[in-house]
């Protein structure tokens, strides 16, 4: 066996000291690849991992993220450097934060109508401004997002069917409305969606009047929403002056009723800010897309704030 070895060995090595041998070989696995591969994997292809450079503006759009990357890594040494460590609180909160779908909607609804307001904006200004040139971009990115929360939408009613059920049971009519209405937006929000990819036709709607008309369904939840959180106000209030130890008698008992109170009285603004925007956006009554914008920014900000680990 050791013979055969040595024999096979020197018969290889015979075999590579000569070039046209090794070329060929070269060559053939080189056409195996080109033949078992769509394109170039690393060179000679514009999406290759080092492709052809044609310019410095190519360049820099290939380094831009291997840039970034190293930017970061610096940025996370000089804290490491500073505080002797590498854990971050601020990242934990952040990654906590938008691995949250309730967090990344109301974090995309910001800037959705940021763009609507910047578009409401750009209605007003001068012909010539610069700013104009990115007005496609602009509703492109406002559209883009409206259709992605709206598809992570889906089964998002799932929650209030108890509550329905719960409040049915208990005779609450106002919080049985306000889920019959809440639930009734979200199936028709659904279709809406089916409508405008095209796996539904409906003969009496265009995808957009559907849109609209469903979005009076949610400015009447809108209306619910503000109704029950001032029945809460009250109720709080009410076990206040009966003494409730639950929210009278101690500093934390007064506290928790404060909290709750603050808590309620927020999102009522809330709930004014999202009733008008909604009166724009069906068109029930149009107004300006600059100050609509805004609000809807403030609105989606209290959302997103409740969704902060540290909330």
Not at 114 to 136: E, I, N, T, Y
């Amino acid at each position: 066996s050791s013979r055969l070895a040595d024999l096979a060995f020197s018969s290889f090595s015979a075999w590579l000291r000569d070039p046209r041998r090794v070329r060929r070989l070269i060559a053939s696995k080189k056409g195996m690849a080109a033949s078992f591969f769509s394109t170039p994997v690393l060179m000679g292809h514009n999406e290759g991992l080092v492709p052809p450079v044609n310019s410095s503006a190519h360049a820099l759009q290939l380094v831009a993220g291997p840039t970034c990357m190293l930017l970061v890594l610096c940025l996370q040494n000089l804290k490491k450097h500073l505080t002797g460590t590498h854990a971050s609180k601020l990242y934990e909160n952040v990654w906590k934060f938008i691995s949250k779908a309730e967090a990344r909607d109301k974090t995309g609804r910001i800037v959705q109508y940021f763009c609507r307001s910047l578009q409401g904006f750009m209605v007003h200004m001068a012909a010539d401004h610069p700013l104009l040139a990115w007005k496609p971009a602009v509703a492109e990115v406002q559209s883009t997002l409206a259709w992605a929360r709206r598809t992570h939408r889906w089964g998002k009613e799932l929650p209030h069917i108890p509550k329905l059920a719960k409040a049915l049971q208990e005779g609450d009519a106002l919080e049985a409305t306000q889920c019959m209405v809440l639930i009734t937006f979200l199936v028709q929000d659904h279709i809406y969606w089916l409508l405008k990819v095209g796996l539904l036709k409906f003969k009496n709607y265009t995808p957009i009047q559907w849109h609209r008309r469903n979005l009076r369904f949610i400015t009447f939840s809108h209306v619910l929403n503000f109704s029950l959180c001032w029945r809460a106000i009250r109720r709080v209030k009410a076990k206040q002056e009966e003494q409730d130890p639950k929210y009278a008698g101690t500093e934390t008992a007064v506290q928790k009723a404060r909290s709750e109170i603050y808590d309620n009285k927020r999102m009522m603004f809330r709930y004014v800010l999202t009733f008008i925007q909604m009166l724009h956006v069906s068109q029930v009554k149009k107004m300006d897309d600059r100050y609509i914008g805004i609000m809807g920014m403030m609105s989606a900000y209290i959302d997103a704030s409740k969704q902060w680990p540290s909330s």
